[in-house]
């Protein structure tokens, strides 16, 4: 067997072995929690809707929705898709105000 024959098998052997290989779909989206389990009251919030944030509001949106942390997720900002229930989070929009609050 030449050099260019063997290289070819083996070639074709990692291939063969990938074509195989189980795909992994993203994780699916946590279930949904009941309100007595949510350990944050995003509607106590609600009213912060359109405002600019400013990092001094972060205790007090701890404090009024009931969260043991707060997040700030900015536009285009990486975050992790972990579910707790007893995290607040802030989703700013391009302009630095709050758009939308949610736990999680």
């Not at 050099?3 to 291939?15: E, F, K, Q």
């Not at 007090?60 to 229930?85: C, F, H, K, N, S």
């Amino acid at each position: 067997m030449n050099r260019r024959t063997a290289i070819g098998m083996l070639v074709a052997g990692l291939l063969g072995g990938c074509a195989g290989s189980p795909r992994h779909e993203p994780a699916s989206a946590p279930p949904p929690v009941s309100q007595a389990e949510e350990a944050c009251n995003a509607d106590a919030l609600a009213d912060w809707a359109g405002r600019d944030y400013r990092a001094a509001m972060t205790t007090r949106a701890r404090e009024l929705g009931g969260a043991d942390r707060v997040r700030v997720i900015r536009p285009g900002q990486g975050y992790t898709m972990d579910y707790r229930p007893d995290r607040l989070n802030l989703h700013l929009d391009e302009q630095g105000r709050i758009v939308r609050i949610d736990c999680g």
